[in-house]
């Protein structure tokens, strides 16, 4: 059974369709690429599953359960946590804090409600993917003051401590520079051998062919091609929509 299924999903804008009937299974464990120019709808797809925009027509599934048109928070204490295109962080905190504060944002309570031990439980954790990722260096530094490839990193950090079932990464390797980058590549593909479920939307070709086992192409909000990353590839429709324009 697929963890997450899509099922005809639509989108309009007044009377622009951003997304149309598009469908897509992602099994547990799966790290699927999504691509296509821009524009063609890949941001708003995860927008619908996230909760972040109400789809106009079809429905999301999360382990067999319907989501579709819940709430961002509601998907998100479901277990589906993202990253996004413009990094969502807390600038006037702490690296740790902004850690900490993402663990109480998918418990739904108050930092200050947390009992000693449970705080200390999850600063420990929070330290620990911190320097999984390489950046524990600057836990007390404010997220203000990271470079712009650190704070990619903190935002991924945050994602992770939330321990979702399913991680969707909105261009993870935009504007990263190609140390911070294969990081973070390094610490995805880490998360995929472990079994994590994650999906990537990303420009950049070489990062998903190289790490994603199946891809999904969307042009003008329809899908046109999905299949490992050797049959996209070769796919005329692929070629012509990022080179045939």
């Not at 999903?9 to 369709?17: D, E, P, V, W, Y």
């Amino acid at each position: 059974m697929p963890l997450l299924e899509i099922r005809d999903l639509t989108k309009h804008f007044f009377h622009l369709s951003a997304l149309s009937m598009v469908s897509l299974g992602v099994e547990p464990g799966e790290l699927l690429g999504i691509i296509g120019p821009n524009g063609s709808g890949k941001t708003t797809l995860f927008n619908c599953v996230t909760g972040v925009l109400r789809p106009s027509g079809g429905q999301v599934r999360f382990k067999a359960e319907d989501i579709t048109g819940l709430t961002a928070d509601a998907v998100y204490r479901r277990g589906i946590a993202r990253t996004f295109q413009l990094i969502q962080i807390f600038p006037e905190m702490t690296v740790l804090e902004n850690m900490l504060m993402a663990a109480q944002e998918r418990k739904g309570t108050l930092l200050g409600r947390l009992c000693r031990r449970e705080e200390a439980e999850e600063t420990d954790r929070a330290i620990k993917l911190l320097e999984y990722l390489g950046i524990a260096g600057v836990k007390d530094n404010l997220a203000s003051n990271l470079s712009y490839g650190q704070q990619k990193l903190l935002e991924f950090s945050r994602v992770l401590m939330t321990d979702p079932e399913l991680i969707l990464l909105d261009e993870p390797a935009a504007g990263v520079n190609r140390t911070l980058l294969n990081e973070l590549l390094a610490a995805i593909a880490s998360l995929r051998d472990r079994g994590k479920t994650i999906l990537i939307v990303e420009h950049d070709m070489k990062v998903v062919m190289g790490l994603c086992e199946k891809i999904f192409v969307l042009d003008y909000g329809e899908k046109i091609a999905e299949g490992p990353p050797e049959a996209i590839q070769g796919d005329a429709r692929v070629v012509e929509a990022y080179f045939g324009r």
